[in-house]
């Protein structure tokens, strides 16, 4: 059955250095990935998409790379912020059926 | 423009009670869904909607019901509710939800977190 593998131990970073977050899979081809953030208490919120023809992609200070050889994808958020502080959740899809399949969720904490 | 609407917030049952948690949204989405969130194991369909009138299970669809009778609403019912239903429930729309439309990028409510006694 497919996989989706997020780091489960938090992410301490020092404000203004480079959150690097993974998310990896198993056993699935998707299409595309997309990112969203989660603050306790709250749903979801969708940050970025990236298909499976893309190599890179990037909003504001947030950067997804996406590498379908590795079964990878990488979030990076520069110059963080306390602001940036919460969970990030990486999410699979595929055209066909179109249900999301999401990871358990990283937790970052951006240290001021 | 308050996007996906989920209510009650909090809810507490006794187990064989049933409820429904009701999701609105007014963004005129196709496409609506639930998924339950536990700790440890992230976020898992429930049921889902590709339009009014039509539904489909998800990857945990035992022990919920739902029914799409128009584009806003989205209505999940616990029939007779147990303890393994404790979890926070999110209901999530999008634009793209229908098999080879594009991709499917969600819309989430705030959640309503029940537990069952």
């Known amino acids: 059955s497919q996989k989706i593998e997020q780091n489960s131990e938090a992410l301490n970073i020092q404000e203004g250095k480079t959150a690097t977050l993974t998310c990896n899979y198993t056993n699935y081809s998707p299409a595309y990935l997309q990112w969203y953030r989660q603050d306790p208490g709250r749903g979801p919120v969708f940050l970025l998409l990236i298909r499976e023809n893309e190599k890179e992609k990037r909003k504001e200070r947030l950067k997804v790379t996406f590498d379908t050889t590795l079964k990878q994808s990488l979030f990076h958020i520069t110059a963080s912020q306390p602001a940036d502080s919460a969970t990030y959740l990486c999410?699979?899809?595929?055209?066909?059926?179109?249900?999301?399949?999401f990871g358990k969720g990283n937790q970052v904490v951006v240290i001021p | 423009n308050a996007g996906v609407t989920q209510t009650p917030k909090f809810q507490v049952l006794k187990t064989g009670q049933s409820m429904t948690l009701q999701c609105a949204q007014d963004m005129n989405h196709e496409y609506m869904s639930w998924y339950r969130q536990d700790p440890g194991m992230g976020l898992r369909l429930i049921h889902y909607?590709?339009?009014?009138?039509?539904?489909d299970q998800g990857e945990v669809p035992n022990g919920y019901n739902v029914s799409r009778s128009t584009t806003e609403d989205f209505p999940l019912r616990l029939l007779s509710a147990a303890p393994s239903q404790t979890s926070v429930y999110f209901c999530a729309s999008s634009v793209g939800g229908r098999p080879n439309s594009g991709a499917n990028v969600l819309t989430f409510g705030a959640g309503s977190r029940l537990t069952v006694l």
């Open positions: 909607s590709v339009g009014a009138g039509i539904t």
């Open positions: 999410a699979l899809g595929s055209y066909g059926n179109n249900r999301l399949a």
